[in-house]
């Protein structure tokens, strides 16, 4: 088979899948609650939330029932995690569902109390189809010095997440909670919450527990680097905006790419004291 016969097979097989996509979910639009969290979409998201709770766990990203995780279900539903459970402890009829207001419409717990904060995201970018809100030590830590760690230093950093957003403190489960993150979920798939923890969105779960390792990931090698006692080296600026541009042709959100952050220079912290390479993957956003 040559090439040109792969590549058309391959845009049929990438339409075909679109198609039934769309179809899935106008059905799903169109399902009653019941009928929708019957439905195998349900029945596979379900099974994502829970091996994500599972991991963020055991990572110990989240402690006693902290944390909460949920997935759009077509264009009226939301799958989320319940209230006061571990997230390594969940099982498919522990995953509530509820519509676009927070109603529980089927499930036998409670949702998380925190659901309005994924509501927000949820309307704010119709993007986000996945939220996963944890308390990772090392991220959480900035948090709590109401700062982002820089940026400029690791180019997959650079690359999935870039300037993560600090958003203000407030009541956690309240409604002013839930606003703080809106200015930012545009263009920041990624934000820390002062004094609370991290929440990140994508397009299925298991990306945006993805962002998380990442961030957690980022923000403890930012602070191992800070102990060596050499001054940090940041990528050139020049390398920067190649992986700014390998972002903008993924459509990965970045607040540098549409003026918000300057595209002149990496944001780095100097130092007191005085050819990376990026590899190009396929998108998933």
Known sequence: MDQNSVMEQTGTSQATERLQSVLAERALTEASPSVAARSSEAKALRAEIIAVGRKLWQRQYVDGNGGNISARLGSCYLLCTPTMMSKGDLESADICLSDLEGNILAGDRMRTSEILLHLAIYEANPRARAVVHCHPPHATAFAVTGSAPPCGYVSEYEYFVGPAAVAPYETPGTQAFAETV??????????????????????????????????????????????????????????????????????????????TRSLKSPTVVPEPDGQTVVECIVPWL
Do not use: M
Request: net charge negative.
């Open 182 to 259: 809106v200015p930012f979920v545009r263009d920041h798939n990624t934000i820390l919450l002062a004094n609370h923890g991290v929440v990140c969105w994508s397009d299925t779960v298991t990306h945006a527990e993805w962002l998380v390792e990442i961030l957690e990931n980022y923000c403890r090698t930012w602070t191992i680097a800070q102990q060596i006692g050499r001054p940090l080296d940041p990528i050139p600026a020049a390398k920067i905006q190649e992986i700014l541009a390998l972002k903008s042709q993924a459509g990965l959100p970045d607040a540098r790419l549409n003026g």
